[in-house]
């Protein structure tokens, strides 16, 4: 068989190649054929739906609006992801806890849990109560879906005319979506939820269930949750016995309770239920004649004096009573009660100061809002202001506020820099410009002391001395990488804050040594406290004691170790230098006569927020000034009203106790005084105290008489004292209580007496 030459095979694939070209291109003329004649039928078929004209306009609109719309349900549906996971829960069900809290003296201060009364079903409110309600806050609340943008716009336009300002944009169903899901803080993302949650609820419920949520649920001022616990605690009697006067009265507070409580401003009250009266009018509900009889006579509550409800207090500590049942540390009780740290006496003073404090100067400094919290060194909880106002706002500025603390932030950068030996108080530091990367910190003055010890640095609160001990300390651990250095560092000074009570998270920036980080109040002062106590972490606490319902305690505070975080050297050292803040630095105005004071001031960037964090041996306390929306303030630092409502709370807090020194420092002139008479000095002038004409002792035995109109029972007890503060017996043991009925009157005596009174703790003198 004869082999084909190459030429041969050289002519076959050319022929073979010409051949597969030809069948592509052949390929590609009849695919390009048929795909143009079935375009063309497709034309021919797409023609007979063509439109020109008006028509092809809206078709256009038509198409670009479905288009925009998908997109927009698809960005909806994004923004309602955390709405919605705050219904993934049986979000009806009633909380399973019921705490009644008692102060340190065992007199109940309040209760939390069960808020709602469901004794009432809705069909028995009273009708005049309900027309009152819906045709002051929500007129369309039976037509809506939820959001009402008509009365939205007419809210709006009848502010802006200067009419009687009683009408809200927000409808009943968004506001009960408040009230169970979210807290009153002012934010457009808290507004996205409510509005999203409303909605939810709609579909969910039933008008007149979320009409009856409401009414149960809401806030109406003195301690008080739902129409039911408001009528009995304004006008003592059962709801469904109230008269059209006093239906208006309570129908004005579910949007300001506490600016419109009788109790407190009775003329107002009785304005806005005037209001409410013309709005039930204006609704169709009455005539203009039935409600003359009730502007003739408007309501009246009964006496009763403004009580110190410690509110944000008690949200706190039922928040804590909840964690530690969900930890398990309470068994299976859920009807408990819980023995607290708080210091009626110092609440009061706290939130009059306070108060005081915002409305002389809050105008001039453009500042709305303030937080403040006391505590004991070991971490219990004496006092807390939350805001400026409960009733306008449960949002809890001093836990659940994370803002700036600026300088006062110092001193765990100070105390990271004692902690690894390379810096003593006298240690020489430079104050001079420094930059990590292209950032330079100035200080407050934008000038440079030049050669200092380091007091005076924390006494001045120089800004560039946090960043080169950031930067040392990372170079004590042989990085020489300047950058590196002080990144090593940053991470050791957020690990000791960490260990010290900040439980917010520390971003790692090169600002953080001078306060660029954010945490909370309660932190700030849990922070100090390890000063205070001689080093050791102080976790902030509101259950010094929990009992169920048989009277059994199954919870001791006291039971638990407390873990050492700085040694007391460093305490010793930093207390000498935040000591000296107050007497000779920025902190001057927290100066108490007599006592030892040490803390730090804080203010930041634009002057957003203002600090001042102090303590003595008894007591902690942590001072934020700013405002909800972030905007600057009028100049204000901490140095100034911060400081300033320091000291007028801790003043008279610290008159009549014993005065205890703090850890490494000599004693204060009272103490030592004190140490010389064998006792605590009385104030000097009781009189002239910031309580008014009374002693603080006085106030605290007085106060004993607040159960002297109501039964009380208690459970005897025989446990030995425990010294945990000033307002604890000091003294002695306790005795058995062999008095568990004793009458509120002879309670009180025996607090005079210096006695334990039933369920709690005096001094004993």
């Not at 993934?88 to 102060?103: H, I, P």
């Amino acid at each position: 068989m004869r082999l084909p030459t190459l030429t041969e095979i050289k002519v076959r694939l050319e022929r073979a190649a010409l051949a597969f070209d030809a069948w592509v291109n052949a390929g590609l003329y009849d695919s390009g054929r048929s795909t143009g004649e079935a375009y063309e039928r497709f034309r021919r078929v797409m023609g007979r739906f063509a439109v020109r004209g008006w028509k092809r306009v809206l078709l256009d609109l038509t198409s670009e609006g479905v288009t925009i719309g998908t997109g927009g349900a698809v960005l909806m549906l994004a923004f309602a992801q955390p709405a919605f996971q705050l219904t993934s829960e049986n979000w009806l069900k009633q909380q399973d806890l019921a705490v009644t809290f008692l102060d340190r003296y065992g007199t109940e201060v309040g209760r939390r849990g069960i808020k709602h009364d469901d004794s009432l079903k809705l069909d028995e409110f009273p009708d005049i109560m309900i027309k009152a309600l819906v045709s002051t806050e929500d007129r369309r609340f039976y037509e809506h879906w939820g959001i009402d943008p008509i009365g939205t716009l007419r809210a709006l336009v009848n502010n802006s005319k200067g009419g009687n300002g009683t009408q809200g944009g927000s409808s009943i169903t968004q506001q009960l979506a408040k009230n169970l899901f979210l807290t009153n803080e002012r934010s457009l993302e808290r507004k996205i939820n409510e509005a999203f949650l409303a909605l939810w609820l709609e579909s969910h419920l039933t008008k007149n269930e979320i009409l009856k949520l409401y009414l149960d649920r809401a806030y109406m001022g003195g301690g008080t949750f739902g129409a039911v616990a408001a009528a009995d605690y304004y006008f003592g009697k059962p709801l469904k016995d109230i008269s059209l006067a006093e239906a208006a009265m309570l129908a004005g507070l579910f949007k300001a309770p506490t600016k419109y409580a009788p109790h407190v401003n009775l003329p107002a009250a009785r304005a806005r239920a005037a209001d409410v009266l013309h709005n039930m009018v204006e609704a169709g509900f009455v005539t203009e004649g039935q409600i003359q009889t009730a502007l003739r006579n408007p309501a009246t509550p009964v006496t009763r004096t403004r009580d110190i409800t410690a509110d944000y207090y008690l949200d706190w500590a039922f928040g804590e009573i909840k964690a530690m049942a969900d930890a398990g540390k309470l068994r299976n009780d859920r009807v408990l009660t819980v023995k607290t740290p708080l210091d009626l006496a110092i609440q009061k003073r706290a939130d009059e100061v306070v108060a005081d404090i915002l409305r002389k100067s809050g105008d001039a400094m453009d500042v709305d809002e303030a937080a403040m919290v006391i505590l004991d060194p070991d971490g219990a909880l004496r006092a807390m202001v939350g805001g400026a106002d409960y009733g306008e706002s449960q949002f809890n500025r001093a836990t659940d506020a994370l803002r700036q603390p600026g300088s006062s932030f110092k001193p765990y950068v100070y105390s990271a820099a004692l902690n690894s030996g390379l810096f003593k108080p006298d240690t020489t530091v430079v104050d001079s410009p420094v930059c990590i990367g292209n950032w330079c910190p100035q200080n407050y003055g934008r000038s440079y002391a030049g050669r200092v010890p380091m007091w005076l640095a924390v006494a001045k609160s120089i800004n560039t001395i946090p960043i080169k001990i950031s930067i040392a300390l990372g170079k004590g651990m042989g990085i020489t990488h300047e950058a590196k250095a002080a990144k090593a560092g940053r991470a050791k000074i957020i690990e000791l804050a960490h260990k010290m009570g900040i439980t917010s998270n520390l971003i790692d920036t090169v600002s953080m040594p001078i306060g660029s980080d954010e945490v909370t109040v309660i932190d700030q002062a849990a922070g100090y406290a390890v000063f205070a106590n001689g080093g050791f972490r102080a976790k902030p606490y509101a259950a010094m004691e929990v009992k169920n319902s048989s009277g059994e305690v199954i919870y001791r505070h006291a039971d638990e170790a407390p873990e050492r975080v700085l040694s007391p050297q460093v305490v010793a050292d930093m207390n000498f230098m935040l000591n000296k803040v107050v007497e000779e630095g920025t902190g001057k105005r927290a100066q108490l006569e007599g006592v030892k004071v040490a803390g730090k001031s804080g203010t930041t960037n634009a002057y957003r927020d203002a600090w001042f964090v102090g303590y003595t041996g008894n007591y902690v306390g942590a001072v934020w000034f700013g405002n909800d929306d972030h905007t600057s303030t009028n100049k204000l630092t901490g140095g100034s009203l911060p400081a300033q409502t320091w000291h007028d709370v801790m003043e008279p807090a610290h008159q009549g106790i014993e005065i205890k020194p703090l850890p490494g420092l000599k004693e204060s002139p009272r103490a030592a005084q004190q140490q010389a008479s064998g006792g605590p000095t009385a104030p000097i002038d009781p009189n002239a105290s910031a309580y008014g004409k009374l002693s603080r002792r006085s106030f605290e035995v007085i106060s004993g008489l607040n159960g002297l109109f109501r039964t009380v029972e208690r459970v005897p007890s025989a446990e030995p004292a425990t010294k945990t503060g000033a307002g604890d017996a000091q003294k002695g043991t306790r005795k058995p209580d062999d008095r568990a009925a004793a009458s509120p009157l002879e309670r009180a005596r025996a607090m005079a007496e210096g006695e334990r009174a039933p369920g709690g703790f005096v001094e004993v003198r």
